[in-house]
C-alpha cells in the first residue's frame, strides 16, 4: 500500500507523544516550521509538564493518554519522544489510527518490534520516519554528497563520547526502559552513521561495554567493531562520562579522507561543525537551521509529496539489526555474524 497524502498546501497538524527533555528539541524545530507544521495536541504522563509546554509553544490541546491524541481528527502526524521501551506499540497504535509518525532513535528495543512498527504502518498505509538527527547536518549531508571523491571506503571510525554525570531524565536509570543505555542511545546514531555512509549492513559484529557510572542500571561505555566481507572496517566508540566532549568521524577511501568535527556549543541540541577533506576545511560554523529543523522539514515535506523519506522505519530495520548484533556480542563475548 502506498504512503498517503495530505491535502496540498495545509500545514501538517502535529500531535506531540511525550513532553521530556528530547520533546524541546522537536518543538522547537515545529515553530521554526510554520509553513509545513501546526502544534494542535500534546499528550504526556505528567500532567503538568505537559502543560507548561502547551503553554510555552502556544499548543491549544493537552490530554493525559495518548489514546486520546490518537483519536483526536485535528492530528495528522505525532512525534514520539517517549521512553525507548515504549515506541514501538506507541508507533503501531498512531498507524493503525491512521497517523503519519516521526519516532525518535532508538526505533524500538529490538528488531523483532521494529518490524512490528514498520508492519503497521505499510498496512496503514502512512509514513514511517526515525529520527537519525545526525543524518541532517549541511556538514553531513556535504560530505554524503562528495563520498565518490575519496573512492572506495575501507575504513570508518565514529567517536561519540559526551559527559553525562546524572540521568538528564528519570527513565536512563533503568535498563529495561531504556534497553541498556549507551548502545541504543548513542550507538543508534553511529551505526546509522556507518550503514548510511556504506550503503551496507557488515558481516559481523563484535563489541564490548561497561558500567562506570552507578546512576543507571545500564552501560555507559561501549565499543563496537564492524567488519565487511570485502576487508573494510568500522569501529564505533561510545561513552557517557567523556568531559570535555569528542564527537569525530573519519572516512578512509582509496583515495583520500573526510574528517567530521562536531562541538556543543552549550544551547540544548545546538552544535558547530567542521568538515575537513585531506586536511583541507571544507565547511566550518554552527548549524543553523538546527538538525532537528532540517529533520523535521524533511518528514513535513515527504508526507505532502507522498514519498518515502530519508531514515524511514524500513530502511532503518537495517541499523536495529546492527544494534541487535552488538548487544548479542556484548552478552556472549563473541563476534555475531549478520
Not at 196 to 206: D, K
Not at 265 to 289: A, K
Request: a neutral charge.
Amino acid at each position: 500500500m502506498g504512503v498517503r497524502m495530505t491535502e496540498s498546501g495545509k500545514p501538517l497538524g502535529l500531535g506531540f507523544i511525550g513532553s521530556g527533555r528530547i520533546a524541546q528539541a522537536h518543538l522547537k524545530a515545529a515553530a521554526n516550521l510554520p509553513d509545513r507544521v501546526r502544534l494542535v495536541a500534546i499528550a504526556g504522563r505528567r500532567r503538568d509538564r505537559a502543560e507548561a509546554v502547551a503553554r510555552q509553544y502556544g499548543i491549544p490541546t493537552v490530554m493525559d493518554d495518548y489514546r486520546q491524541l490518537l483519536r483526536d481528527p485535528a492530528v495528522d502526524a505525532v512525534v514520539i519522544t517517549t521512553p525507548n521501551d515504549s515506541h514501538a506499540s506507541i508507533a503501531c497504535d498512531a498507524a493503525k489510527a491512521g497517523k503519519r509518525i516521526l519516532v525518535e532513535k532508538p526505533m524500538a528495543l529490538d528488531t523483532h518490534s521494529a518490524e512490528a512498527m514498520v508492519r503497521a504502518a505499510e498496512v496503514a498505509g502512512v509514513t514511517l520516519m526515525v529520527a537519525q538527527s545526525r543524518r541532517f547536518s549541511d556538514a553531513v549531508r556535504e560530505m554524503v554528497r562528495r563520498l565518490p571523491e575519496i573512492g572506495e571506503i575501507f575504513r570508518v571510525h565514529v567517536t561519540f563520547l559526551v559527559a553525562f554525570s546524572a540521568p538528564p531524565t528519570d527513565w536512563w536509570r533503568s535498563a529495561d526502559q531504556a534497553g541498556g543505555l549507551v548502545i541504543l542511545l548513542q550507538g543508534s546514531h553511529s551505526l546509522d552513521s556507518i550503514f548510511w555512509w556504506l550503503g551496507r549492513t557488515p558481516a559481523r559484529i563484535f563489541a564490548t561495554a561497561t558500567r562506570r557510572n552507578p546512576a543507571w542500571e545500564g552501560e555507559d561505555e561501549a565499543d563496537i567493531l564492524c567488519s565487511f566481507p570485502d576487508g573494510a572496517v568500522a569501529s564505533v566508540h561510545l561513552s557517557l562520562s567523556a568531559n570535555p566532549p569528542v564527537l569525530e568521524a573519519l572516512l578512509v577511501g582509496t583515495k583520500g579522507h573526510f574528517r567530521l568535527i562536531e562541538k556543543p556549543t552549550g544551547v540544548p541540541f545546538e552544535n558547530s561543525c567542521r568538515l575537513e577533506m585531506n586536511g583541507q576545511v571544507l565547511l566550518e560554523g554552527l548549524q543553523s537551521p538546527s538538525l532537528y529543523t532540517n529533520q523535521l522539514r524533511e518528514f513535513a515535506d515527504a508526507v505532502r509529496e507522498g514519498r518515502t523519506p530519508l531514515a524511514s522505519g524500513h530502511e532503518v530495520l537495517n541499523v536495529m539489526r546492527m544494534l541487535d548484533a552488538a548487544r548479542a556480542s556484548v552478552r556472549s563475548g563473541e563476534p555475531v555474524s549478520l
